[in-house]
């Protein structure tokens, strides 16, 4: 897993291999530096000698004017080093989503992918930058001063070893155990974020049903449930200080009654006293230092796992190894196709479907909510492949094509779909990156979207907001089908894409579609007879099924479930209030603006 | 690479920042005054050991060590029993510092606790209006980002702070009592530290700020383009989209690096400056010693540990400046947030259990009665009037407007007697749903009246003006917990009997009974384990078991597939049964059989009246029905 990740650092090798050896450095100087102070009290001040402090002072001057580099150098890569790890994972995620399938998508929440790709990888930085910086650092400086003082007394030093076993042993219990306890305060804050987004999204049930009180007591509790978890965990942090205090003081202790005997029996000067007492802090400081870490680490240990989990999912539809650039034309046939979303399931969405579409042919698709009309669609593109059976586009299966190729002469309106923070000629741009103005015109003619972009007052260049919430929906739906037609397709696919639009415009779009593009398949989904009624055939699905394939006049005649739909749209039964025919397009509503925020929860 | 031209620190945001600061301590001081003043004590005594710790070494080496050199039999006892005294101190300090975390921890649980607590009962209390402007994922973040800054700062930052406020003055006394002169020496060096953290810690404050739009940037760019991630398949548009990434990405990189470069450089900074601070000292004390004597050999020896121990602390404040820098940002959003203005409530008018005699005479009683009645008292008179709550509700000539600029509703009017269903049709944005979220007054309205059985809801107490309706929404919204408390919602006294009964006239009894744990089963995450169908059901027999005279549904059955449609109809059928009904529907069924249809079109009503009116006057509604367009 962590493999997975140091992969990224890359360019940043450098920088990651300077950072610690800086640091070392740094590390280095501030263990001289004690020394030369210990001379300039013994050799000069003990000895009344100017000189001996002058020669003492310089080196430590020059050894500070090192170590500052040192550390300048070792912040600067550390830094580099981190935010350069950050960099390259944000890339690699994002490269590989563009790689997912739609399965691959519904895999992760958009919401997950997006934390994935900021605060996980903060986080992440953040742990990279202290590992570096004192993953060498403290041990090092451990090391180095525990040398310092063998090298002084080695007696004495032995004091020191005892207690680094003795404190090691005691912060790293204590580190282990509030590790223990701030697993489960995730789990909590999982509690607190759940019950405040319910109540931020659902404030409207709340007070209609005036149960602030209630929500208040309820929150209270999670949130005093949180405090107690976290206070158990800084009680036991809270040992930490007084225990380093305690062996500081204890060894300090130690080491001036020992001390003192040796100084009088002429072993140690009072300078070297000072020295090691100095080695003793730097000694405890790196055991504290080290603790840290290790907390540090085992909380990013999450985050590590979350960015793994999408640098290691594996596409599920990939490019054939030697992929066909061309498509013939456009004819579809469905030859024993059966489709389910989870590949192991036996609980097929589509079962044996079988039909041929000759190439210009307009077919309509209709059917009830969850009869599988969009997966049987989503199948032609590969947003999605079969589980059985074969799908051939212009003759031959769609598996052999490039996908990019088949994507692009398969022109794809999704149900729910999406316009781009843009100008709308940058929109339409999507579907053909060098399309001409005069031909992003009469795409949207096409799709009769030219009529409400005129009657804006910066036309095309009207700048479109993200997410598209500044138009209505019957207008976004147009610019969409514009989109897709600017990819001049060899197969269109309408999936419920004029569903706000009025029925006189939606017929006006087909007739287009008919007279202009009559050598373009066109595969419409459709809630409304009256949009599918004039289509060369109709498909009619049930619960996954094809219940009946023909003409309206034959699917009046031969299929139930076409002429029950017919009827209860046409007799004023219980069919639907077609609102899109209530008014002419307008701008959408404060009421819906209002509402964009709504859904933005998680 | 790109330059990133950081934006330079403004003078505003940081006044702002500091208010808030000074409110956190005002707050802090309210509530854990005492907790407060015994952890300044416990700072005290450490810090008092400490320094008394570094003066030991001074008598150790002065008053025991150098007497007894060459002396033939040294005596011991002394130096033990100074070493046992100094334990005694270093033991009071250890104890100190062990309460003073203790003390700190429940310090700032407590004010996190207090501060969520009072940010969400402060938020509950909000306007709709409030929801409506804020990214949800902004209010979330004020609970765990911005509260998780002032963690930091509160059990790290704080006593820090003091605690190096503490030792500087401590280990300043030290020091001017060894040696004036070397004071104003080390003096002179902490100057110099000081300006150099400034010039610093402005540099990487910059570059943080920089950091944050940047990294604003990258989001925005990765929650659009995961939300449209399958229509950028569908159009190959992947290559473009990660150029666009790639630019803002090597953006955040540039800032990110900067911010993190000067932040890292000020430590070393200043360890070096005082490493030169204690050469000079000890070159200038040197001197002193050597050519004045009036400096002793342990006393500049201890000096120079004070010299350490007084850089030392200003190294740790520096190291702190970012958390505080962020926990001022942290602070000033939360206490934004307590700043909002309350949903405004100034009614009078109380819903109270009523009894009427047979002279249709209402009296207040105590018990439950089943019978509502709105208390009213009249200032001008001195009297109190009852009218039976009855569900008559009233609009007359209501203007209406989200924001001052863009007028949304213009001169509605209607009324809806007790017990009839009015339904609403027209495009959306035709203002259907905020004429609904008038009348329990979610908005507030500019002009006209809206009466509910003859009193001015403006004159209702809001809580119990929302008592008297019930809402179904298009999206339902379920809470963590169970089934049966879903329900309790809109009761929360009722009895398991109830609830049952309540989801039997919902028709949701019967899968509520095929669930594992049937009433008892979790809910969770807004109830993604049932369908939208049940969900839906759920919400039905929540207003159900709330049985309010008055009845809101708002597309209450638009995302359901027609099989369970059919169940959810027949509950709402059950549930609209004797109650007055505001229905915005688009299924005929639910439009026909309705007392009056208000056909609405930007805003306006340009139709009204029941269906049969509405077909015989052959208007819009006519041509919505038959789908003819009628030649005007």
């Known amino acids: 897993m962590i493999k997975t990740l140091l992969a990224e650092v890359k360019q940043y090798k450098k920088a990651s291999f300077l950072t610690p050896a800086f640091m070392l450095l740094e590390v280095i100087v501030e263990m001289l530096i004690p020394r030369l102070m210990a001379r300039i009290v013994d050799d000069g001040i003990g000895k009344g000698s100017m000189q001996a402090i002058l020669i003492n002072g310089a080196a430590m001057l020059a050894l500070a004017l090192g170590g500052l580099f040192a550390g300048f150098m070792g912040g600067k890569y550390g830094a580099l080093a981190s935010a350069g790890l950050a960099k390259n994972l944000r890339e690699a995620m994002f490269k590989r989503i563009q790689t997912f399938s739609f399965e691959n998508i519904d895999h992760f929440s958009t919401a997950s992918l997006v934390t994935r790709m900021t605060t996980d990888v903060t986080t992440l930085q953040n742990a990279y930058q202290i590992v570096l910086r004192m993953g060498m650092r403290a041990p090092a400086s451990l090391v180095v001063a525990m040398i310092m003082a063998f090298s002084i007394s080695p007696r004495l030093a032995l004091i020191y070893l005892a207690v680094v076993f003795i404190l090691g042993g005691a912060l790293f219990l204590v580190a282990y155990s509030v590790h223990k306890i701030f697993e489960k305060i995730f789990r909590e804050y999982d509690n607190m974020n759940e019950n405040v987004q319910e109540n931020v999204t659902g404030i409207r049930v709340v007070k209609a049903y005036v149960r602030e009180a209630y929500e208040r007591s309820g929150f209270a509790k999670t949130s005093m449930e949180l405090m107690k978890k976290f206070l158990h965990a800084e009680s036991i942090l809270a040992l930490n200080g007084p225990m380093m205090l305690f062996s500081a003081y204890g060894s300090m202790m130690l080491i001036s009654w020992f001390g003192a005997h040796m100084i009088i029996q002429n072993e140690l000067t009072t300078g070297n006293l000072m020295s090691l007492m100095t080695y003793c802090m730097n000694i405890l400081m790196s055991l504290m230092m080290l603790s840290m870490a290790f907390v540090l680490i085992t909380m990013s240990s999450a985050s590590i796992e979350r960015i793994s989990a999408v640098l290691t999912e594996e596409p599920t539809i990939t490019n054939p190894a030697e992929p066909v650039t061309t498509v013939r034309d456009g004819s579809i046939c469905f030859d024993h196709v059966s489709f389910s979303y989870d590949g192991n399931s036996k609980e097929h969405v589509l079962t044996d479907i079988n039909f041929a579409i000759r190439s210009g042919e307009m077919i309509g698709i209709i059917g009830s909510t969850g009869s599988a009309k969009t997966s049987l669609v989503n199948l032609i593109s590969r947003l999605y492949d079969v589980s059985e059976g074969t799908i051939y586009v212009g003759g031959r299966d769609v598996r052999e094509y490039d996908l990019v190729t088949l994507r692009d002469e398969v022109s794809h309106v999704l149900q729910k779909n999406v316009l781009f923070s843009g100008t709308i000629y940058e929109n339409l741009r999507w579907g053909d990156p060098d399309a001409t103005e005069a031909e992003c015109r009469r795409a949207c003619r096409l799709a009769c979207a030219d009529e409400f972009i005129e009657r804006f007052p910066e036309g095309y260049e009207t700048y479109i907001e993200q997410g598209g919430t500044n138009v209505s929906g019957g207008q976004r739906q147009r610019l969409c089908i514009a989109r897709a037609l600017l990819k001049k397709p060899k197969i269109l696919i309408l999936d419920d894409s004029t569903s706000a639009v009025d029925t006189a415009t939606d017929a006006k779009i087909r007739k287009a579609f008919r007279e202009e593009i009559p050598e373009t398949t066109k595969l419409i989904i459709a809630q409304r007879i009256a949009s599918v009624q004039d289509a060369d055939r109709i498909i009619v699905m049930d619960e996954g099924r094809i219940s009946g394939i023909g003409t309206h006049a034959q699917l009046m005649e031969s299929n139930e479930i076409y002429r029950d739909v017919y009827e209860s749209q046409t007799g004023g039964g219980s069919g639907d209030f077609d609102e899109a025919k209530m008014s002419v397009e307008q701008p959408l509503g404060e009421e819906a603006k209002h509402g964009l925020y709504r859904k933005g929860g998680a | ?632």
């Not at chain 2, 033991?91 to 203790?102: D, F, P």
Request: aromatic share 8%; charged share 20%.
């Open chain 2, 1 to 632: 690479m790109p330059r990133v031209q950081p934006r330079p620190l403004k003078k505003e945001d940081l006044k702002k920042n500091a208010a808030a600061m000074k409110r956190l301590f005002r707050f802090l001081f309210s509530h854990f005054g005492f907790h407060l003043i015994v952890v300044a004590v416990c700072i005290v005594i450490s810090v008092l050991a400490n320094t008394r710790g570094t003066l030991f070494l001074q008598t150790l080496i002065d008053d025991y060590i150098q007497p007894m050199i060459g002396s033939k039999d040294p005596d011991y006892l002394p130096l033990a029993l100074a070493i046992g005294k100094m334990a005694a101190i270093y033991g009071a300090g250890i104890l100190a510092m062990l309460a003073q975390n203790l003390i700190m921890a429940r310090v700032t649980q407590g004010t996190l606790d207090l501060l969520r607590r009072a940010m969400f009962d402060h938020m509950e209390g909000l306007p709709i209006r409030y929801f409506d402007t804020h990214p949800h994922g902004d209010i979330m973040s004020l609970y765990t980002n911005d509260i998780d800054t002032l963690r930091q700062m509160v059990s790290q930052s704080l006593p820090q702070f003091l605690n190096s406020l503490i030792t500087i003055v401590t280990v300043l006394i030290c020091m001017i009592r060894l040696s004036l002169p070397l004071t104003f020496v080390t003096l002179f060096m902490v100057f110099v530290m000081m300006t150099a953290t400034k010039k610093i810690a402005g540099r990487s404050g910059k570059y943080y700020m920089a950091q944050q739009k940047d990294i604003a940037s990258v989001n925005s760019h990765i929650e659009e383009m995961m939300n449209g991630q399958k229509v950028i398949k569908v159009f190959n548009h992947e290559p473009q989209s990660v150029k666009e990434f790639l630019a803002r990405n090597d953006r955040l990189f540039d800032s990110a690096y900067h911010a993190n470069k000067y932040a890292n450089v000020l430590a070393p900074v200043n360890a070096q400056l005082g490493n030169a601070s204690f050469v000079l000292s000890a070159v200038i004390g040197g001197l002193l010693a050597i050519f004045t004597g009036n400096l002793s050999l342990g006393a500049l020896a201890s000096f120079l540990n004070f010299n350490r121990s007084f850089t030392m602390p200003i190294n740790q404040v520096s190291q702190q400046l970012n958390f505080i820098v962020m926990a001022m940002a942290g602070a000033d959003r939360i206490f934004t947030l307590l700043d909002e203005k309350q949903e405004p409530d100034d009614g009078y008018v109380t819903l109270v259990n009523a009894t009427v005699d047979e002279n249709g005479e209402v009296t207040e009683v105590e018990e439950r009665t089943g019978t509502w009645a709105w208390k009213h008292y009249h200032k001008a008179d001195n009297t109190t009037t009852y009218k039976l709550q009855e569900g008559q509700v009233v609009y007359d000539g209501v203007d209406f407007g989200y924001n001052e600029d863009k007028q949304v509703l213009f001169d509605i009017s209607l009324q809806a007697q007790p017990g009839q269903k009015i339904a609403f049709v027209g495009a959306t944005g035709a203002g259907k749903t905020t004429i609904i979220n008038l009348i329990n007054r979610f908005y507030d309205i500019e002009d006209g009246k809206i009466r509910i059985d003859g009193i001015n809801v403006n004159k209702i107490k809001k809580a119990d003006l929302r008592r008297s309706m019930g809402l179904v929404l298009q999206d339902t919204h379920l809470f963590t917990g169970t089934v049966a408390d879903n329900i309790r919602f809109g009761k929360l006294d009722a009895s398991d009997e109830e609830v049952r009964k309540a989801a039997k006239l919902a028709n949701a009894d019967g899968f509520i009974r095929r669930l594992p744990q049937g009433y008892d089963t979790m809910l969770t995450g807004n109830g993604t384990n049932l369908s939208q169908g049940q969900r839906q059901l759920l919400a039905i027999a929540r207003a159900a078991i709330y049985d309010p005279p008055v009845l809101v549904l708002d597309e209450a059955t638009s995302s359901i597939d027609t099989r369970t449609e059919k169940l959810v109809q027949e509950g709402l059928d059950a549930l609209m049964k004797g109650r007055t009904s505001f229905v915005i529907a688009h299924r005929l069924s639910t439009i026909r059989n309705a007392d009056c249809i208000m056909v609405m079109d930007q805003g306006r009503i340009i139709e009204s009246g029941n269906h049969d009116d509405l077909m015989a006057q052959r208007g819009k509604y006519y041509q919505l029905y038959t789908g003819k367009v009628v030649n005007a």
